[in-house]
């Protein structure tokens, strides 16, 4: 089995993993958009983003059991249909794509999302929002595209699911039958890209287990967290998400205008 043996791989690839286990089976996979730019720090964004793939469809496994019974369908019939074309326009443009515009998109989203939930107070943030069609096709169909080109599609659900205020377990289950989705069915267009060598799969294969454990975890605390200091960690997990996507993206920029 072929597999990567940098060291330094594996000190950013380990945790980018256990990182992402716990928060898609935890917390709605907010700080899971983390893995690969953290992954990136070692190897290519392509591959991170190829590594973390069948690793992300074996957490998707473990999570769904756990949910089976806990997600929401009027969201997974607006959601999924957008996602999927998000999806085909991210294959169609991959040779075209910039992985730090795309970086900097979802920072701007967000940053904005989260400051305008805390400015406007507890009391508005505390109300419901209907679950609408067209908000839902838009942010839909950002999540396909942004998964598609570097698993980055937790904020822009969480954007959507956060202000309908649904239970905590709902909230993450949704986005679980959401990503199992997503994910499986970007199999295809990585595997007719050319992003599954042999390298990228020996790699993934042995970080599973450090993936299931991260999933473990993830149950565990979502389980002993309340529902108000769970919505707090994820609007908390959301911003932080994007200062680091925004972090990377204007940093990759400066580098390429000082060359």
């Known amino acids: 089995m072929e597999f990567i043996t940098d060291p330094f791989f594996y000190a950013v690839g380990i945790p980018a993993v256990l990182i992402a286990g716990v928060s898609k089976s935890g917390f709605g996979g907010g ?13 290519s964004p392509q591959a ?11 957490m998707d496994l473990a999570n769904v059991w756990a949910y089976r019974k806990r997600w929401d369908r009027r969201n997974m019939m607006i ?14 443009s991959f040779s075209y794509l910039s992985i730090a515009a795309v970086k900097l998109i979802i920072a701007a989203i967000a ?11 507890k009391n508005a943030g505390d109300t419901p929002k209907p679950a609408t069609w067209g908000k839902g096709t838009v942010l839909g169909g950002l999540a396909g595209f942004t998964s598609f080109v570097a698993h980055a599609g937790g904020p822009p659900v969480s954007m959507f699911l956060l202000p309908q205020r649904m239970d ?14 997503v994910n499986y069915v970007k ?13 990228n799969l020996g790699t993934a294969a042995l970080l599973i287990p450090v993936a299931l454990f991260g999933t473990w975890l993830g149950l565990w605390a979502h389980d002993k967290v309340n529902v108000v200091v769970f919505y707090r960690v994820c609007y908390g997990l959301l911003f932080v998400t994007g200062l680091k996507l925004l972090w990377d993206g204007v940093t990759h920029f400066i ?5």
């Open 31 to 43: 700080l899971g958009v983390m893995a690969v730019p953290l992954m990136a720090l070692a190897v």
């Open 168 to 181: 905590k377990s709902v909230f993450v289950g949704t986005t679980v039958m959401f990503f199992i989705v």
């Open 187 to 199: 199999l295809i267009p990585y595997w007719f890209l050319g992003q599954f060598d042999a390298s």
């Open 111 to 121: 940053i904005i999302f989260t400051l305008d939930h805390w400015l406007r107070g």
């Open 255 to 259: 580098s390429v205008g000082a060359v």
């Open 79 to 92: 959601l999924v249909p957008a996602a999927l074309v998000g999806i085909l326009v991210g294959t169609l």
């Open 48 to 58: 991170a983003a190829a590594i973390m793939l069948p690793i992300l469809c074996m």
